[in-house]
């Protein structure tokens, strides 16, 4: 096994460079319609190339990267074209009559790809120190079905249909359970066991259901801004198709579906920041934010007096999972619940049914995402320098990994909203909107889980800072004070996050662009 610090040397791999950097100029000269498949190709493609140099850990790793690098530029130059008003689209494959696999960009899927894209290069970064840190096995087959979670990703932001949402949707639960359980030992088994069977039998059981009886009474399933259902449903039939697609598009994690999230946590620390920031769960909550405005709307829903119960639901979720990540000594456990609960934000604001609201969720999708991923790179590191996994380990670490550390706080922060970190901007506007349209239960749940979070993050920056190493922390080999910060590739990364976690605060504008040309 190479170490971590070494250089992508091989002839090959500056071949493929080069390659790759004329094959993204081509890509960049391509019509709309034919980016946004190459969104979702450059992925796959990767996964295809990875184990065939898996046998030459550098060159597998350089396609990782420059392929992230490709379609991170690739996602960019699609928003510059959104940006101008265009609506790329492309239909892949007609199934049936009324029912085609079909790819198009709108404000939301936009942000959500950019989100994603642009994640897979700071985490690929992280799984090169993580992976060679650790002594992971199967690192190749890692890398592979990373690759392949990040085009399913690809492919649920920017479907242009319910069918086709739903089918990239158990790509992504197919292509991360062998993340999941990476490690195969009983641990990992059991917990990719509750994974896989809560996560299909929620979407085959209510998703599948619900997008049947959208079609039956829409007779479409195209995105459509203002909903689909606009004129078509109201009442009881509304209720039970906004119940099945809440807890049919169980990735979203609202309890009691949502013990497939801690349950995951058994899996290497680049897929839990997988899980949590780049993909799983942000397809979860998206999906819902996307089933509230494009096939319901807003307005259809607020007209109808449904969304109540479902803000009842996810300010429950948002308090009882804060409770739970306040008796968790495991540091992911404790990471998992605060997911939990910081996805019910979205579902919050997608509840309260105002375009205010629905700003102020897309920009927490995208505040979350460069915080968590922060908050789980930097477990991952602790765990890589230090071997410590419980916050009562934690005792004085801040004085060895300063650089972990401070980018902890940072992300800490961001998860209790307060500036100048991104999850500021989120928690405003949905604030504002919820006072604004007079959903008090929703200011209440988002003041109390404020005080919530505070109580789960900020002791662990005491301990990091202001306290010195306990008995349990150690002073020697076996981890408390006898290590560094962990490797460089690692510590890259999770400044990385933590400044873009600081830089979405200060120049919000594009997220905020994209976010309200959604409800426009």
Known sequence: MMPSTALLSEPSALLMSAASAS???????????????????????????????????????????????????????????????????????????????????????????????ALWIVNSIYSIGYMRANNEPRQTSFYVYFAIAIASTMGVALAGNLFTLFLFYE???????????????????????????????????????????TAAIAGTLDFTPGGILKGKAEGTTTLILLALYAFGIGKAALMPLHRWLPAAMVAPTPVSALLHAVAVVKAGVFAILKVVVYVFGIETLATSGQGDWLLAVAGATVIIASLYALASDNLKRRLAYSTVSQLAYVVLAAAILTPLSAVGAALHIAAHAVSKITLFFAAGAIYTAAHHTNVSELDGIGRRMPWTMGAFVVGALSMIGLPPTAGFLGKWFILSAAMTAGKWLAVVVLLASTVLNAAYFLPIVYRAFFCGPSDRAGSSGGGGFGHGEAPWPIVVALVATAAGTIALFLFPEPALRLARAMVE
Do not use: C
């Open 23 to 117: 094959g993204a100029r081509a890509l960049m000269a391509a019509e709309p319609g034919t980016l946004i498949v190459w969104a979702v190709v450059v992925p796959a493609l990767a996964a295809v190339l990875i184990p065939l140099v898996g046998r030459w850990p550098n060159v597998r790793e350089a396609v990782t990267l420059v392929a992230a690098a490709a379609l991170f530029a690739l996602v960019v130059q699609i928003a510059a074209l959104v940006g101008t008003g265009a609506r790329p689209e492309r239909i892949l494959l007609e199934v049936a009559p009324g029912l085609d696999i079909a790819l198009a960009v709108e404000p939301l899927g936009m942000l959500f790809a950019l989100i994603a894209s």
């Open 171 to 213: 790509a992504l639960t197919l292509s991360t359970y062998p993340l999941v359980t990476h490690k195969r030992d009983a641990e990992a088994k059991a917990g990719g066991r509750t994974y896989l069977l809560m996560l299909l039998g929620t979407s085959m059981l209510l998703f599948l259901p619900a997008i049947v009886a």
